[in-house]
């Protein structure tokens, strides 16, 4: 299964893979923003099995781990950077040598500088998707970034660019720039999204983050499951809707339930159930559910031998929730 990404021409796997995870541990204001402690040779171990396994789009961002997930990413791939897309993110600031997130630079004049410091970490020459990683950045300001990037796309050190962002007209608004291809936004089957009809319209990616509802459908979690206080869904910002204080939410395990014999049918996990079901909305999804062991990535790679859900289990899981 295979994507073009959006109106670049690229093409790449249905499924990719989230890099948020294995950048380690993080923090703003002393709170965690990471997953917690990582093994980086388990990390680098299941990146490159996700490539043996058909996944070739590998989704990270400069302020994971402040730095940690591109190096990582650069250490898998080294040597076989024509076999793998890799995009990354912009425009969070941080310290890496204390681990700590330090503010937004949406300035204009920022932005080589920024790319520079992505690209020394991924070893490589050029980003194949760069995005930014404000999601409520005022339109006008995002547009203000436009001529730097589509000078980037002319020196050939991006290739495409796009926004993550879940908010439909901002994303309208950005697409119009030559070189958008792309919208990152959350997207599951616990949280749908108005972004893909938007991708629809101009031809870009639906770029799917937590498509696993953060691991609420992964199976694993029970309302009696409690995530450590060292993990961001332990502490629960504010925009957190999976977790409260490390307790996964009642009302969305309810809800996984319903459509549970839904999406594990025919032999599907219930992560690879929940992927079929993003891959049925639309030909533009793909998802990038993230990973910290070769298991989970084995796992999520062999939703693409299933690929996505009928026409009637769509429905009925879109009845169900």
């Given at each position: 299964?295979?994507?073009?990404?959006?109106?670049?021409?690229?093409e790449v796997?249905?499924?990719?893979?989230?890099c948020?995870?294995i950048?380690?541990?993080?923090?703003?204001?002393?709170?965690p923003?990471?997953?917690?402690?990582?093994?980086?040779d388990?990390?680098?171990?299941?990146?490159?099995?996700?490539?043996?396994?058909?996944?070739?789009f590998?989704?990270t961002?400069?302020?994971?781990g402040t730095?940690h997930s591109?190096?990582?990413l650069?250490?898998?791939?080294a040597g076989r950077?024509?076999e793998?897309?890799?995009?990354?993110?912009?425009?969070?600031?941080f310290?890496?040598?204390?681990r700590?997130?330090?503010?937004?630079?949406?300035?204009?004049a920022?932005?080589?500088?920024?790319?520079?410091?992505a690209?020394?970490?991924?070893?490589?020459?050029?980003?194949?998707?760069?995005?930014?990683?404000?999601?409520?950045?005022?339109?006008?300001?995002?547009?203000?970034?436009?001529?730097?990037l589509?000078?980037f796309?002319?020196?050939?050190?991006?290739?495409?660019?796009?926004?993550?962002?879940?908010?439909p007209?901002?994303?309208a608004?950005?697409?119009e720039?030559?070189?958008a291809?792309?919208?990152?936004?959350?997207?599951?089957?616990?949280?749908?999204?108005?972004?893909?009809?938007?991708?629809?319209?101009?031809?870009?990616?639906?770029?799917?983050?937590a498509p696993?509802?953060?691991g609420l459908?992964s199976?694993k979690?029970?309302?009696?499951s409690?995530v450590?206080a060292?993990d961001?869904?332990?502490?629960s910002?504010d925009?957190?809707?999976?977790?409260r204080?490390?307790v996964?939410?009642p009302?969305?395990?309810?809800?996984?339930?319903?459509?549970?014999?839904?999406?594990?049918?025919?032999?599907?996990?219930l992560?690879?159930?929940a992927?079929a079901?993003?891959?049925?909305r639309?030909g533009?999804?793909?998802p990038?559910?993230g990973?910290?062991?070769?298991?989970?990535?084995?796992?999520?790679?062999?939703?693409?031998?299933?690929?996505?859900?009928?026409?009637?289990?769509l429905?009925?899981?879109?009845?169900?929730?």
């Amino acid at each position: 299964m295979t994507r073009t990404l959006g109106r670049s021409g690229i093409e790449v796997s249905a499924l990719g893979v989230g890099c948020w995870a294995i950048g380690g541990p993080f923090f703003e204001d002393g709170q965690p923003l990471g997953w917690g402690e990582v093994d980086d040779d388990e990390s680098v171990q299941a990146l490159r099995r996700a490539l043996e396994l058909g996944v070739t789009f590998f989704d990270t961002a400069a302020v994971y781990g402040t730095g940690h997930s591109e190096e990582v990413l650069g250490r898998a791939f080294a040597g076989r950077r024509d076999e793998v897309v890799l995009a990354t993110k912009f425009g969070i600031t941080f310290d890496a040598g204390r681990r700590e997130v330090t503010g937004n630079d949406a300035d204009p004049a920022g932005l080589r500088g920024q790319l520079e410091g992505a690209l020394r970490r991924l070893g490589t020459d050029h980003v194949d998707l760069y995005q930014l990683h404000l999601g409520d950045l005022p339109t006008d300001r995002a547009l203000d970034l436009v001529p730097v990037l589509d000078g980037f796309v002319k020196e050939g050190a991006i290739r495409a660019y796009g926004w993550s962002t879940d908010d439909p007209e901002r994303a309208a608004a950005f697409a119009e720039a030559s070189h958008a291809t792309s919208v990152q936004h959350d997207f599951s089957v616990v949280r749908d999204s108005p972004v893909p009809a938007v991708c629809e319209r101009f031809d870009l990616a639906s770029i799917n983050k937590a498509p696993l509802a953060m691991g609420l459908l992964s199976g694993k979690y029970t309302p009696s499951s409690r995530v450590g206080a060292d993990d961001i869904r332990g502490v629960s910002p504010d925009w957190m809707e999976y977790f409260r204080d490390g307790v996964p939410s009642p009302a969305l395990l309810a809800r996984i339930d319903a459509v549970r014999e839904v999406l594990t049918s025919g032999g599907r996990t219930l992560a690879q159930g929940a992927l079929a079901y993003l891959w049925a909305r639309s030909g533009r999804t793909i998802p990038i559910p993230g990973c910290r062991t070769v298991a989970q990535v084995e796992e999520n790679a062999g939703a693409l031998a299933f690929g996505p859900l009928t026409p009637d289990q769509l429905a009925q899981v879109q009845a169900l929730v």
